[in-house]
């Protein structure tokens, strides 16, 4: 398994603005991913972030809004860009090692007004 | 577009109760997980399936893999609160790609 850490756990952010979020893994990991989710509802996959090279988005996210990085085998970021109200949601990453089993941070709940 | 189709969205029973959760795909997988989150928390790991006809167990959890790996089931046996969460199954067809279905929300009353 893998122990795995997100800052901010919270945010309150002005519409325009942008908020990096970071994860942190207590082991190196072969995969990143970061997912959105609506409270309740299931998780939509924004990108795999990979180390050392550009992340691979999902249809519907593009690195302008979403950069990523991942610069080593234990940490990555996330930045949500321009923020608008539309992007209030919590977000997640996971990171997988050497099989599909996904361990998951706790999730940082973003508000935007 | 590969699709996982879960069932219930929604169940509230009563602790002492069983219940079952199914999850469908016309996609064949390789391996399919079961995840449980509890609200403010990320989604938990409880299984991972990967032969077709494949039941497993986790003290009242029962979990099976249809024999076409295009479906799973996920059972349990006199729910109690803590039982209580979203479900999430989780579907493998190559590579690290996962498809999410979209979940089960369970309330078990005491």
């Known amino acids: 398994s893998a122990v795995i850490s997100q800052k901010p756990s919270r945010d309150i952010c002005q519409r325009g603005t942008s908020l990096t979020i970071q994860c942190q893994v207590d082991s190196q990991v072969t995969m990143m991913f970061w997912y959105r989710q609506q409270p309740g509802q299931s998780l939509t996959l924004i990108a795999t972030a990979n180390q050392g090279s550009e992340a691979t988005y999902e249809s519907g996210f593009v690195i302008d809004k979403f950069p990523i990085s991942r610069p080593n085998l234990t940490f990555s970021t996330l930045t949500v860009s321009n923020m608008s109200p539309e992007d209030s949601s919590i977000y997640l990453c996971s990171a997988a090692r050497d099989s599909y089993e996904q361990y998951f941070g706790p999730g940082t709940r973003l508000t935007v007004t | 577009t590969q699709l996982l189709e879960q069932s219930p969205q929604f169940l509230s029973i009563q602790e002492g109760e069983n219940l079952t959760v199914y999850c469908n795909s016309s996609?064949?997988?390789?391996?399919l997980q079961w995840y449980r989150q509890e609200p403010g928390e990320g989604p938990v790991l409880l299984v991972t399936?990967?032969?077709?006809?494949e039941v497993k167990k986790l003290k009242r959890l029962t979990f099976q893999f249809g024999d076409a790996r295009k479906d799973s089931s996920l059972h349990i046996t006199a729910a109690q609160p803590g039982d209580t969460g979203l479900y999430l199954c989780a579907g493998n067809t190559g590579g690290f790609k996962t498809i999410f279905g979209a979940g089960t929300r369970l309330f078990v009353k005491a």
């Open positions: 399936v990967v032969t077709g006809g």
């Open positions: 996609s064949v997988f390789s391996s």
